[in-house]
């Protein structure tokens, strides 16, 4: 115990006054490289878990918009005007409105823009033979006149 | 601390705490995402599911043909639906990406057996007046006063929707 008391003395004792001791440096230095590769993996995964969540939303959105589209079968030997308010989709707590594309009459699809650009899902309908679909302002509208 | 020595037991085991949290937190997090994509699937499949029976029984396309120029709900016309691959059917009713089965009555309708591999399966049975070509209002009356044909049958048609 005094040996190891008098170690510690003749380390301290070969110090500058003033001087930080290299092992409080290394450590310091460790320090932030865990706590930044720390932050890196929380910032990827986070990044990885709003983009899987604005994904899961726009599929839910597109199969319920599909389902209303492949719904109209059923009233297809009249003429109707049906009508369905475009859901909003939330990424990074903002609510927006996705575009909706309407592909070769058979696949509708929401596309939402972020900051690394846009990020689309589709969803397969069936419509009416003489039907058409298309966006009006925050709805989508289904005609069979 | 001894000379040398680099960590002290503090803050290694603050470390090792700390990445022992982190690693809750993220597994955490990707049992969250596991869930919600588990009930997203679910949503799809019962939404396109529901989507589908209501075009199957209620549609021109395959509903039973009065010769009153009409047709009846929840009806379902097998002459219309033998003329049709399940690939057309499927496509038809909205279930490209599906595997689709049709059951009368827990007997499958041939050709519209498709094996049910995926893991998710939705299946509902639905109570549904059955026929093999046109039918007339006098058909359709004696059979809504308790006589029911060989031309209109009341049937449980089952659809098995699987991904």
């Known amino acids: 115990m005094r040996q190891n008391i008098k170690k510690v003395n003749k ?3 070969f110090m500058k006054r003033g001087q930080i001791s290299i092992d409080l440096l290394i450590t310091l230095i460790i320090a932030i490289m865990v706590i930044g590769s720390f932050a890196i993996i929380v910032s990827s995964f986070e990044s990885g878990q709003e983009e899987f969540f604005l994904r899961t939303q ?44 309407i592909i070769d009459q058979n696949y509708i699809k929401l596309s939402f823009e972020t900051e690394n650009g846009f990020v689309e899902e589709n969803a397969f309908f069936s419509k009416p033979a003489n039907s058409t679909v298309e966006q009006t302002g925050n709805l989508l509208v289904v005609s069979n006149e | 601390m001894n000379k040398g020595q680099i960590f002290s037991i503090d803050f290694l085991i603050a470390m090792i705490l700390m990445i022992f949290f982190l690693g809750l937190l993220l597994s955490l997090g990707e049992l969250q995402g596991y869930e919600r994509k588990e009930a997203r699937i679910r949503y799809e499949i019962a939404s396109k599911t529901e989507a589908a029976i209501i075009s199957l029984v209620n549609s021109p396309q395959y509903a039973c043909e009065m010769d009153t120029n009409s047709y009846l709900a929840y009806s379902l016309d097998i002459s219309k639906i033998n003329t049709m691959s399940n690939d057309e059917l499927k496509k038809s009713l909205g279930l490209l990406d599906y595997n689709l089965s049709l059951l009368l009555d827990n007997l499958i309708l041939s050709g519209h057996d ?14 549904i007046l059955y026929c093999n070509g046109n039918i007339s209002f006098s058909d359709l009356n004696m059979c809504m006063n308790g006589t029911c044909g060989t031309v209109i049958e009341k049937h449980t048609l089952k659809v098995k929707v699987s991904k």
């Open chain 1, 11 to 13: 380390h301290y004792f």
């Open chain 1, 58 to 101: 726009l599929r839910e959105n597109s199969s319920t918009l599909a389902s209303f589209i492949t719904s109209t079968n059923a009233i297809s030997d009249t003429n109707f005007t049906t009508q369905l308010m475009i859901p909003t989709v939330t990424h990074k707590n903002i609510s927006k409105r996705p575009l909706v594309t």
């Open chain 2, 114 to 127: 498709d094996p049910l591999n995926g893991k998710n399966i939705y299946a509902v049975d639905l109570d």
